[in-house]
């Protein structure tokens, strides 16, 4: 087996800037979204999902899933944002809660907030890279995301 080694100092530095480019760029767009609208990141990424449900709602451990959330994380920002009237519960015909939906007032955030916050994305990511920049930048991503889906990695070093 190959012996675990370094980066060279150049790596280091490009994955030290490529780091850095990321954590500003969610502050930046996380700042955006509260100041513009009112709401987290957090918020925003359940008002989404929501909004790209059918008629605005689901079931709460769906919810959960498409999120990658735990149930229990997923219930607490459910409480405070039915506090605020982003959402609602739904029942069934016993009255027990089973899922999850957008209110008028949460339809309304989310619609402004994907508007705002695609303008966002487009001046601070897109509006900087060249045609060629974008293709590889979408190209490389698609195969970091493939081979973590796929669990390729390298087979633990044993000493």
Do not use: C
Request: net charge neutral; glycine share 6%; proline share 3%.
């Amino acid at each position: 087996m190959a012996e675990p080694r370094t980066l060279e100092p150049e790596q280091w530095e490009l994955w030290s800037d490529w780091m850095e480019a990321q954590r500003l760029l969610a502050r930046e767009l996380d700042r955006d979204l509260q100041r513009d609208h009112g709401i987290s990141k957090a918020e925003f990424s359940v008002l989404v999902t929501l909004h790209r449900a059918a008629e605005g709602q689901m079931r709460v451990g769906r919810l959960a899933e498409s999120l990658a959330w735990e149930k229990s994380r997923v219930a607490h920002q459910l409480t405070r944002m039915e506090s605020r009237e982003l959402v609602d519960r739904t029942e069934d015909r016993s009255g027990r809660r089973v899922g999850i939906g957008l209110t008028a007032k949460g339809r309304s955030v989310v619609e402004s907030a994907i508007l705002g916050h695609a303008d966002n994305i487009r001046r601070y990511f897109f509006d900087t890279l060249t045609p060629e920049q974008a293709e590889a930048i979408h190209a490389w991503s698609r195969q970091v995301i493939d081979r973590v889906h796929d669990g390729a990695r390298p087979a633990p070093v044993r000493r």
